[in-house]
């Protein structure tokens, strides 16, 4: 047996490609690519497949991560490349290898958030929001596990955020987020803009995961 990391990309149509779907998504590709997975016991054996971080649908990602387990030897330089044959659309396997951390390790996350505005980037929305999102407290609605809303402050998940970049009909902001116990979904800053500055609510908005950093804030291997 041996346990392998494949990172791989989710962008395009694929970003409306559910969790579930994924996981059987990545079954079949595995099976047509000849890879034998070990199973779990039981009645129902199916092959144990682990995402680190579930992408949320709507949401594009070049760093996502799965873990499994084989039954025999794999060249991991090779395997990407033989995976891609019979990936969908927008979802490309980028490398494999041996894991070097638990998932539980993964800590943080860099993100892109893009506010999209259809009449063009309202004045003063820039600065307003980065002072938005750089106060002592940033307090919103957030759904539990438990599906109930609760009242969170999610600005310690928020541990850092580049410059605010502004271009035509947009604002880019870059942010780095906690991955996990607890962690940032970073949509959830679009939902404190609304709250907050309603004058620069976005009309639409786009996320994008660019990178998966360890404790140490390296790439997550």
Do not use: W
């Not at 680190?52 to 949401?59: D, R």
């Not at 873990?67 to 990936?87: H, I, K, Q, S, W």
């Not at 999209?116 to 759904?143: F, H, M, Q, W």
């Not at 996990?180 to 500055?197: D, E, F, H, K």
């Amino acid at each position: 047996m041996a346990k392998l990391r494949l990172l791989f990309c989710k962008e395009g149509r694929a970003v409306y490609i559910s969790h579930l779907d994924l996981l059987r998504t990545f079954q079949r590709v595995f099976l047509r690519e000849g890879l034998v997975l070990k199973h779990s016991q039981g009645f129902h054996p199916h092959p144990i497949l682990s995402f680190a971080l579930p992408l949320p649908v709507g949401q594009s990602s070049r760093c996502e991560v799965l873990d499994f387990e084989v039954t025999a030897d794999v060249d991991c330089e090779a395997l990407p490349g033989r995976l891609n044959a019979f990936m969908p659309d927008g979802v490309r396997a980028v490398a494999c290898c041996p894991p070097v951390h638990p998932a539980r390790d993964l800590a943080a996350l860099r993100c892109r958030v893009e506010l999209l505005y259809d009449g063009g980037v309202p004045a003063g929305a820039a600065e307003s929001i980065r002072a938005l999102l750089t106060g002592e407290s940033l307090v919103i609605e957030k759904r539990t596990k438990r599906k109930a809303l609760a009242e969170v402050d999610i600005r310690p998940m928020l541990l850092r955020l580049e410059p605010i970049a502004e271009e035509d009909g947009l604002l880019r902001l870059t942010v780095e987020v906690t991955a996990q116990n607890p962690g940032l979904n970073p949509a959830l800053l679009a939902a404190a803009i609304a709250r907050y500055l309603p004058q620069y609510k976005p009309d639409f908005v786009r996320v994008r995961r660019l990178d998966a950093l360890d404790p140490e804030g390296k790439t997550f291997r």
